[in-house]
């Protein structure tokens, strides 16, 4: 089953203490990336930083999505259905000390559509992680942005197999 994951599209990454103008373009093609999901009947799923000041990110990054503030809520634009999965992570990675691997073989899933951010950081570990975890990883690169790395695109290709596609190209792509 394919599924969606949307990791970090949070009001302080669009709209708060880590934003960017690259991150803010992000947000229309993400909310048409979760509508296609939602009207396929196929799951969404939201890995949500969620910190307390002891994590050890807010050496690197300073305080940002602290756990129940609004900073770590998702953004307004993206339309949540009762059935979304929202998860809480403490690492990069979506996998990393969360039960996102259980609820996706619960879910028989086999592809993995990723969006949101960074593609340099939380969506690249998360992918790696997925990589490891036998998924297959599809980038619908309209809707992630990167920080750091602007050629992420190559290494996502090269090193985990990912394939990157468009916003034009989702519904094609997309497995029912």
Request: a negative charge; hydrophobic letters at 40%; proline letters at 2%.
């Amino acid at each position: 089953m394919d599924v969606l994951i949307v990791i970090d599209m949070l009001n302080d990454f669009i709209h708060g203490a880590l934003k960017t103008d690259e991150a803010l373009k992000t947000v229309g093609p993400a909310s048409r990336v979760v509508e296609i999901f939602h009207n396929k009947n196929l799951p969404v799923i939201y890995a949500c930083d969620s910190h307390n000041k002891y994590d050890f990110e807010m050496k690197l990054w300073g305080e940002h999505a602290m756990k129940n503030s609004w900073g770590s809520k998702i953004i307004d634009e993206l339309k949540l259905n009762p059935g979304d999965f929202i998860i809480e992570k403490h690492f990069y990675s979506a996998f990393h000390d969360t039960n996102l691997d259980a609820i996706l073989n619960y879910l028989n899933a086999g592809r993995l559509f990723l969006i949101g951010l960074d593609a340099d950081i939380c969506v690249r570990h998360t992918t790696a992680d997925a990589f490891y975890l036998g998924y297959e990883t599809i980038i619908i690169k309209d809707a992630v942005a990167a920080r750091i790395d602007k050629n992420w695109e190559d290494y996502y290709k090269r090193v985990y197999g990912s394939k990157i596609i468009t916003l034009n190209d989702l519904e094609e792509s997309i497995k029912n």
